[in-house]
């Protein structure tokens, strides 16, 4: 864990937050909310609805549908890093 490509000023506000996705695919219970709400960063797979992460860099234009995403996700199965 060390601050990457860190653009130096610290100030972590608005522009330049960097997201990071993680989806705990063992947990999901494929009730699709994250899908409805987030369809560039979240999919289902075809055979059992199971999550499928597509972006786990999203722009900041996804940044609030995906912390939407995490927390109406009934299992729980979405985490957001942010910094
Ligand atoms: S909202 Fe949660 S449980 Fe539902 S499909 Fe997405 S990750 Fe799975």
Not at 20 to 41: F, L, Y
Not at 46 to 53: F, P, Q, R, S, T
Not at 65 to 73: F, K, L
């Amino acid at each position: 864990m060390s601050g990457d490509k860190g653009d130096g000023d610290g100030s972590g506000e608005g522009k330049g937050v960097t997201m990071r996705v993680e989806v705990d695919v063992p947990k999901c219970v494929a009730s699709g909310q994250c899908v409805m709400i987030a369809p560039d960063v979240f999919d289902q797979r075809e055979e059992d609805g199971i999550v499928v992460l597509l972006d786990e860099r999203p722009p900041s234009e996804l940044h609030a549908d995906v912390r939407e995403s995490a927390v109406v996700c009934p299992a729980a199965a979405i985490r957001v890093v942010e910094k």
